[in-house]
């Protein structure tokens, strides 16, 4: 294992110093544009934590094991930075051991054993990841079967063929963590990933409301079509058109999606006579849920039109329609 760049040298095998480990951390390349999220943390500890593990690299590709900024955000749970750890060509969640290399002609267009449902559940899974890229796997839950049906007729019947091979998504972990009423899921950008509940919270269909778990899908189905296709000044153009956000100078948009204004609740709008996606309680929440809010009425909207009528102009949903080549059938 390589570690770059050379630590230092122990001073009797006490911890470096806050602005020791501060200063390490910033010789990393790719942790140089974070220096003001690392100047904010206190914590010596924490920091000597950081820099012991950014070292790291497994393969010597000069690109490291791990990161602590996870979608832009400084976290105590790091992440793999290299998606191929051991450098065997075979990424991480693809290789049931990805710490040791393993030249073996094992291949990505195939579902890997380790992650292969065994139980009836087994067809959607295949279904998902031969057809639209998706690969369901159990994680700290087991995947429930009414989930994949939902999120399997959504790509079916709601979406453009093409659209899940153009979005950061290709993973679907099942999560203890999720409820059915307060946190229903999560959309990770970096991991290229939703999580849900499964079996833990989904246990019968007859259970739950199909349209409820589909706008569920579908909100977090729009993180990462934004993410993945929308840019800043379209996202703020449309915001204040349809939205009725207040804007502030157009400068925040140097800083792409991850500005902060993006992440700020909904203010007093400022274009009230327009707006037909008017925030709801939790699109209120920030630009990124008002969005999802939005493309997920939308996907419900082409799974309830039997004949795809074509959206009433100037609404939210004929701009996305007309803004992006991928829903132009």
Not at 62 to 77: A, C, N, Q, R
Not at 127 to 147: C, K, P, Q, Y
Not at 222 to 230: E, N, R
Request: aromatic residues 12%.
């Amino acid at each position: 294992m390589r570690m770059h760049p050379p630590p230092p040298p122990p001073i009797n095998n006490q911890l470096l110093s806050t602005d020791e480990a501060l200063r390490h951390l910033m010789s990393v390349p790719w942790l140089k544009n974070y220096e003001n999220l690392f100047k904010k943390e206190k914590s010596r500890m924490l920091l000597n934590c950081w820099w012991f593990y950014v070292r790291m690299d497994t393969d010597g590709d000069g690109l490291g094991d791990w990161t602590p900024i996870i979608d832009g955000k400084l976290s105590k749970i790091l992440y793999p930075l290299d998606d191929d750890i051991d450098g065997d060509g075979l990424s991480n969640v693809f290789d049931p051991d990805p710490m040791r290399p393993d030249k073996s002609s094992r291949q990505e267009h195939e579902i890997p054993e380790h992650l292969t449902f065994k139980d009836a559940k087994a067809n959607l899974q295949k279904t998902l990841f031969s057809r639209f890229g998706i690969l369901a796997i159990n994680h700290s839950d087991e995947h429930s079967l009414f989930v994949l049906q939902q999120l399997l007729h959504i790509f079916e019947r709601a979406l453009p063929p093409k659209l899940s091979i153009s979005l950061q998504l290709r993973y679907l972990y099942a999560f203890l963590g999720h409820d059915t009423r307060h946190n229903l899921a999560g959309y990770y950008y970096q991991a290229k990933a939703l999580s849900i509940g499964g079996v833990s919270s989904y246990t019968s269909e007859s259970d739950f409301n199909a349209k409820n778990l589909q706008h569920t899908l579908a909100h977090e189905i729009g993180h990462a079509f934004l993410m993945s296709h929308v840019k800043a000044e379209d996202l703020a153009a449309i915001a204040f058109s349809h939205g009725g956000w207040n804007l502030p100078s157009q400068d925040f948009l140097m800083s792409g999606l991850f500005a902060p204004f993006f992440f700020k609740p909904f203010p007093e709008p400022t274009n009230t006579e327009m707006g037909d996606c008017k925030p709801t309680i939790y699109g209120r929440t920030n630009i990124h849920e008002w969005f999802a809010d939005c493309f997920a009425d939308f996907v419900i909207s082409r799974l309830d039109s039997q004949n795809k009528k074509k959206p009433r102009s100037g609404t939210f949903q004929a701009w996305l329609e007309k803004r992006f080549r991928v829903f132009q059938n």
